[in-house]
């Protein structure tokens, strides 16, 4: 599923035409945004209670498909604000809504905030984003955390890679991400093939249900 279009860029007529067809398609694709949250000890449970006010207003606006928040299980300074939209028009009518408009300035003000609207695009020799989502299903939920988390730890020390961690959703104790940014495929490839990811699927095993997602990491 694209995530959101790349525009197409050329000369003449017929380029565009595709261009024009290109921004179309772009306004009804469905958009991912990572929102990245980064909070001091004194302001993060005020950040979390305004993000979670945040989510479950915006859970019920028209077209949105996805919309969580999540903390880092390694790093408490570290939150995200996971959401996914219909289209471009739904995005537009959930940035002008009061919840939002009354929420996101609060926190903001309470944290930084860098927000990245993902493209499913990724390119080989290019630095990608993956999400990769978790659907625990164990009985153990304790223990399949550090079993991840011990998998993060190993994974830092690959080469290539730019950041790693498990965040923990904190509205449903069963979801969970992988969230990942690694120089290149290769980097990729390499980190895939290492014996501590093949150690990570053993011990995990029958633990959780997986999807992953594969993003083009946008340029600052």
């Not at 003000?109 to 860098?114: G, L």
């Amino acid at each position: 599923m694209a995530i959101a279009a790349i525009a197409m860029i050329g000369c003449g007529p017929k380029a565009a035409q595709e261009k024009a067809e290109g921004a179309e398609n772009a306004e009804k694709a469905p958009i991912r945004i990572n929102c990245l949250v980064k909070v001091t000890p004194e302001n993060r449970d005020a950040v979390i209670a305004l993000s979670k006010e945040l989510v479950d207003s915006s859970r019920t606006d028209a077209g949105n498909i996805d919309y969580d928040l999540y903390e880092s299980a390694n790093d408490p300074s570290k939150l995200i604000i996971f959401e996914t939209w219909e289209d471009q028009a739904s995005l537009d009518v959930h940035s002008a809504a009061p919840h939002f408009t009354r929420l996101v300035p609060q926190i903001q003000e309470k944290s930084e905030m860098t927000i990245q609207v993902m493209t499913e695009e990724p390119q080989p020799d290019k630095t990608m984003r993956l999400n990769c989502m978790l659907n625990f299903v164990g009985d153990d939920r304790d223990a399949a955390i550090e079993a991840y988390k011990w998998h993060v730890a190993e994974s830092l020390k690959d080469e290539g890679v730019i950041d790693f961690d498990l965040y923990l959703s904190t509205t449903d104790p069963t979801k969970m991400m992988f969230f990942e940014t690694w120089k290149d495929q290769a980097s990729l490839d390499a980190h895939a093939a290492a014996e501590h990811s093949k150690q990570h699927i053993e011990n995990t095993k029958g633990l959780s249900e997986s999807k992953l997602e594969k993003f083009l990491l946008p340029e600052e």
